[in-house]
């Protein structure tokens, strides 16, 4: 089992970026995936979810209205769509397989990538 987050770089306040999620190893139609960043000092957050069964989706309350999560099963891949960015969205962020179908606490993701770093600044 394989993630491999990219997208990441160094965009001015207000830009926007698109992370992938590339999955190898198992089936993705089967899992939900999320993403979660990490910056300097502080706790490893969720950011998103989206679940494999019913489309359904999570966002922390830092991003609702921002950011925009999806998933193409025939390309094995998930995406999340960041707009408006600002400063404290700067950090490293990592896409995770959860162990079942459905969005759960950051304990039920299995597998994780290595993460894209995330830049926010004029």
């Known amino acids: 089992v394989q993630l491999q987050a990219s997208g990441g770089g160094l965009v001015q306040p207000g830009g926007s970026l698109r992370l992938s999620c590339a999955a190898s190893?198992?089936?993705?139609?089967?899992?939900?995936i999320g993403w979660f960043r990490q910056a300097p000092g502080k706790e490893r957050e969720g950011v998103s979810c989206i679940s494999s069964s019913d489309g359904y989706t999570y966002y922390a309350d830092s991003v609702k209205g921002r950011f925009t999560i999806s998933r193409d099963n025939a390309k094995n891949t998930v995406y999340l769509q960041m707009n408006s960015l600002k400063p404290e969205d700067t950090a490293v962020y990592y896409c995770?397989?959860?162990?079942?179908?459905?969005?759960?606490?950051?304990?039920?993701?299995?597998?994780w990538g290595q993460g894209t770093l995330v830049t926010v600044s004029s």
């Open positions: 995770a397989k959860e162990s079942s179908s459905w969005c759960g606490s950051i304990n039920e993701y299995d597998y």
């Open positions: 190893g198992f089936t993705l139609d089967y899992y939900a």
